[in-house]
Nanobody
Framework: VQLQASGGGLVQPGGSLRLSCAAS????????MGWFRQAPGKERESVAA????????YYADSVKGRFTISRDNAKNTVYLQMDSLKPEDTAVYYC???????????????????WGQGTQVTVSS
């Protein structure tokens, strides 16, 4: 599985961005997908995750009510809509995939097997 994240950039506090992650290969619809971020000097952390069919989602407490994860299995793409952005959201954002035949829900960094290259999000006035 190859993942290509895009959509990052510079935005003012309170603004919005939409990240996209396009996946190659035939396993996308059988993969849990997640968004993660890593700020300078900090560990990579989970932001949001979505189950294979999209019926279950996870959000970190810090982004609940502001970020929305979604997926389009026909387009092999997962999205992260980020609204009401704050300076503390500044980080490199990564998408990741967890192919699985199990119905377990995955959201931890250590759960995921394939990673994209990351896209920088900077929230600053």
């Amino acid at each position: 599985v190859q993942l290509q994240a895009s959509g990052g950039g510079l935005v003012q506090p309170g603004g919005s961005l939409r990240l996209s992650c396009a996946a190659s290969g035939s396993t996308f619809s059988r993969s849990a997908m997640g968004w993660f971020r890593q700020a300078p000097g900090k560990e990579r952390e989970s932001v949001a995750a979505i189950s294979r069919g999209g019926g279950s989602t996870y959000y970190a407490d810090s982004v609940k009510g502001r970020f929305t994860i979604s997926r389009d299995n026909a387009k092999n793409t997962v999205y992260l809509q980020m609204d009401s952005l704050k300076p503390e959201d500044t980080a490199v954002y990564y998408c990741a995939a967890k192919p699985s035949i199990l119905t377990a829900f995955y959201y931890r960094v250590s759960d995921f097997d394939y990673w994209g290259q990351g896209t920088q999000v900077t929230v600053s006035s």
